[in-house]
């Protein structure tokens, strides 16, 4: 766990590489570990597939965000919408856990599929955000019609 935690220890401020890099991190070496692997596929007569999205794993989650640089309230994330970012980290790295059939994803090319994918995810609260304030500028003030003259 302590590994996992000081791998994210450096500097990122930018909140879209802050997830991309650690869900790279996540999926280059949990897609490696066989129990982890065992875990996520393989269960007994009447046995529940294990929750990446309990309470402890988003705990987990949020606390791997918080420790980046990134400031995420000018990102646009309250505290309930890291809950909301990490339990979609969460869904996204189960996926890549349990399907691992398809040719991995090595280098750079988890990078550039994530944040081809994820990265919007990250940016839509700005986004938004900014989209709402041109649409308010943007919105044509109602007139009153005109009387034509008789």
Known sequence: MTRILDAVDEIIADAVTAVIEGLVFAIEN?????RIGFMMTSRS????TPSLTSDTALSFSRSML???EVDWEA???DDE???????????VLYLFLIDTAKA???GDNPRTYLARWVGPAVIYPRFADAMGAITKVASPSP????????
Do not use: M
């Open 30 to 34: 949990l897609t490696k570990d066989e």
């Open 45 to 48: 007569r009447g046995e529940v």
């Open 66 to 68: 918080h420790r980046y």
């Open 75 to 77: 990102n646009g994330f």
């Open 81 to 91: 919408a890291l809950v909301e970012l990490s339990e979609f980290c969460l869904r």
């Open 104 to 106: 991995p994803r090595h």
């Open 143 to 150: 007139r009153s019609r005109r009387r034509s003259a008789s």
